[in-house]
């Protein structure tokens, strides 16, 4: 054979079908075994033989999910429908959170065939077809519509130019939707028009839909109920979300359900969902939150709790849960802005594209956060979160860009009016409650409005995390620690932690319990490395554990950082009290350094 001679290609047209269940990753982390055991059966009882009855070839099996290759697109969707309608009428009694529901996706097109599997864009189309396609439905080309049309009485709900994952060209997509009629006789889908798609929120949207009770427990369902009862109400509490109200959630309840549609029905772009499954005397709770827009798992957490207090139990999860998914949603809020055009930007967009470089607490990044809430202040004078951050910043530069009274002066100005205009923003009470604590010296007004973000918001773990650090700076060292562990237990990744690690550290300092101090400055160091104060906090620990050369390290370390530390001049600025001030300052001179 000629060297450059290509080996020949075997090519065919044909229909592909793709198919995955729905939920399989949640049904196989709640009951593994039983699971893998329906799948099983519905695979010998009804998907294998509907396939082999309309001439379908299985070409592979990917755990929750099939590729199958039809040579008659007519058969292809013939098979899809009469296997959505018997999956239909089987599902009608089982209890909706153990419902298997397939994704069926259709693309007609030319195919690669090598060592009996197939390739190319027929086959990719197909697999992406399969995840625009709602549990129970099955999702089109529109290459296949045209060559079903008239042949099968089905409908079609045309779902527009769908640009997909790895394919240049837009594809037109259909949803052929079967559904059941009364009496269980299965039926193709219905001609009556889709619910509108409402326009998402200027500001971050949420659903919480009622939790699956797994375990046939009438308590238990009652519990779970009145858990996402308690989640939605907490929810409401933080001002810069858009909460679905209880009502239209519960809506879905017993429902098998796809989060694209339901991000598409309710106008949200967040979910959150659960179940909660237990015996005698354990509860085990899961919930997971989901990008609707896309589908995708930006959190999940389970917890197991013994029970008790039914009430008790309710707060405690509801409080967790939703100081857990607020730092997730600003963070994933926070990412999705950074994708949008500058031009589009409102004055929230702003506010948090200010953020990433205010979490740094250092006066570079601080000046790069400045312009981005300039902006939205121009654009909502009165927006308590752009005065806030803006008071965070000028608190930035004022503690570690060289003490001027001008930037002190803006920042103090700027906090009392986000804790006048913020009535019921607990996240920008708490950051204007800490700049006026450390830079007007006024914990008493701090405390108070500490108390108010609170009391507004009791899972807030932006709120405990400054609290605790104004605590521990304060000499209150063990309240301190009890809200910073809060706050950790509440967020553990969250981007601010090092705060709270930073309160732990000055909590233990203080104590005389300095290697502990020392662990929790590294904490801190590790989740903000180019802030300076942590650093100082690590040396003073280490000063007083006699580790002269390391302290020094950290020491110098400061100085990199912040070139215009200094002792006295630190400790005037942050105005801490005597008991505090006195050992703290005396172990930074230990460690090297400068005084003045």
């Known amino acids: 054979m000629n060297t450059g001679q290509q080996e020949r290609v075997e090519r065919r047209l044909a229909a592909i079908l793709a198919a ?8 196989m982390e709640e009951d593994e075994e039983g699971t893998h055991a329906a799948l099983t059966a519905l695979r010998r009882e009804l998907t294998d033989p509907k396939i082999k009855e309309h001439r379908g070839r299985i ?3 990917t755990g929750d999910g099939l590729l199958v290759e039809f040579a008659s697109v007519v058969d292809a969707v013939r098979s899809a429908v009469e296997m959505q309608q018997a999956m239909a009428v089987r599902n009608a009694a ?7 529901a397939f994704r069926i996706g259709i693309h007609q097109g030319d195919i ?16 992406r077809l399969e995840a625009l396609a709602e549990p129970g439905a099955i999702c089109v080309s529109g290459r296949v519509r045209i060559d079903v049309q008239g042949k099968l009485d089905v409908a079609f709900d045309d779902m527009g130019e769908q640009q997909v994952k790895n394919i240049a060209r837009p594809v037109r997509a259909y949803h052929i939707r079967p559904a059941v009629k009364d009496g269980g006789q299965a039926a193709v889908s219905s001609d009556a028009p889709a619910p509108p798609v409402l326009v998402l929120p200027d500001k971050p949207s949420i659903a919480v839909l009622p939790f699956a009770n797994l375990s ?6 009652y519990l779970a109920d009145g858990m996402v009862e308690e989640i939605i109400t907490d929810l409401s509490r933080v001002k810069w979300l858009f909460v679905i109200a209880r009502n239209s959630s519960f809506a879905y309840k017993g429902r098998a359900i796809d989060i694209r549609q339901v991000g598409r029905e309710l106008g949200v772009r967040y979910v959150l969902e659960g179940s909660v499954r237990g015996g005698r005397d354990r509860l085990r709770i899961t919930a997971q939150l989901l990008d609707s ?11 197991d709790r013994e029970i008790g207090d039914m ?27 950074r994708r949008k055009r500058p031009e589009s930007l409102d004055a929230y967009d702003l506010v948090l594209r200010a953020t990433r470089h205010a979490y740094m607490a250092m006066p570079d990044e601080a000046a790069r956060a400045l312009p981005f809430l300039e902006q939205a202040l121009a654009l909502e004078p009165d927006y308590p979160a752009a005065h806030a951050m803006l008071a965070w910043c000028f608190h930035a530069r004022f503690q570690r860009g060289g003490h001027s009274e001008a930037d002190r002066a803006t920042a103090i100005r700027h906090a009392h009016v986000a804790l006048k205009e913020g009535a019921d923003d607990a996240t920008a009470i708490g950051t204007a409650a800490f700049v006026v604590a450390f830079d007007e010296h006024d914990p008493a007004t701090a405390f108070a409005a500490f108390n108010r973000a609170a009391a507004i918001s009791p899972s807030n773990a932006f709120v405990l995390g400054f609290g605790s ?18 706050a950790l237990r509440l967020s553990p990744f969250d981007p601010l932690r090092h705060l709270p690690f930073n309160a732990m550290a000055m909590g233990h300092f203080t104590r005389g319990r300095y290697e502990q101090a020392a662990a929790a400055s590294r904490n801190a160091i590790e989740s903000n490395p180019p802030f300076s104060l942590l650093h100082a906090m690590l040396a003073a620990s280490l000063a007083r554990l006699e580790q002269v050369d390391a302290a020094k390290l950290a020491a110098a370390r400061v100085l990199v950082l912040q070139p215009s530390f200094r002792v006295g001049g630190t400790l005037r600025a942050l105005g801490l009290p005597p008991e505090v001030a006195s050992p703290i300052g005396e172990a930074w001179r230990e460690a090297g350094l400068p005084e003045e």
């Open 59 to 61: 070409v592979k099996t």
């Open 311 to 337: 009430f008790a139990l309710e707060d405690e999860i509801a409080l967790s849960v939703v100081g857990a998914i607020e730092p997730s949603l600003r963070q994933t809020e926070i990412e999705r802005v």
């Open 20 to 27: 995955d269940a729905a939920g399989y990753s949640r049904l």
């Open 216 to 221: 046939g427990d009438p308590e238990q369902e």
């Open 469 to 486: 650090v104004v605590l521990a700076f304060s000499g209150q060292a063990e309240l301190a620690i009890e809200w910073a562990d809060r």
């Open 94 to 100: 089982v209890p909706a959170g153990r419902r298997i």
């Open 293 to 303: 827009t896309s589908g995708t798992h930006l959190w999940a957490e389970r917890y």
């Open 112 to 127: 690669i065939v090598e060592d009996g599997d197939i390739f190319g864009d027929g086959v990719n189309i197909a697999a």
